[in-house]
Nanobody
Framework: QVQLAESGGGLVQAGGSLRLSCAAS????????MGWFRQAPGKEREFVSA????????GYEDSVKGRFTISRDNANNTVYLQMNSLKPEDTTVYYC????????????????WGQGTQVTVSS
């Protein structure tokens, strides 16, 4: 079992930046593929980014490529999502997730989830 807790969300103007953090407890995060997803009310949870166990492999949803960067610090059991050039359409709740096994962008393949952190981008 691993417990995940996101932080770092908030209100920012369009063009601004935020860094989300996901702190893991329980088992060491280095065992897991880590992902970031987001979900707007009434919509399906959407893949944002994921990173492999060692940090050598990353993946991004097309709309965030070049703006968001995922990273991990296995020594401190933390995963980050640096979000730059934020747009109003990035406004929603962001979730951290963990899975064992192979890399995936499908939310239903992730076993562990945090409670989410709200990101609001004003125009």
């Amino acid at each position: 079992q691993v417990q995940l807790a996101e932080s770092g969300g908030g209100l920012v103007q369009a063009g601004g930046s935020l860094r989300l953090s996901c702190a893991a407890s329980g088992r060491t995060v280095s065992m897991y593929i880590m992902g970031w997803f987001r979900q707007a009310p009434g919509k399906e949870r959407e893949f944002v980014s994921a990173i492999g166990q060692s940090g050598g492999s990353t993946g991004y949803e097309d709309s965030v490529k070049g703006r968001f960067t995922i990273s991990r610090d296995n020594a401190n059991n933390t995963v980050y999502l640096q979000m730059n050039s934020l747009k109003p359409e990035d406004t929603t709740v962001y979730y951290c997730a963990a899975k064992s096994g192979s890399f995936s962008s499908r939310y239903d393949r992730y076993n562990y989830w945090g409670q989410g952190t709200q990101v609001t981008v004003s125009s």
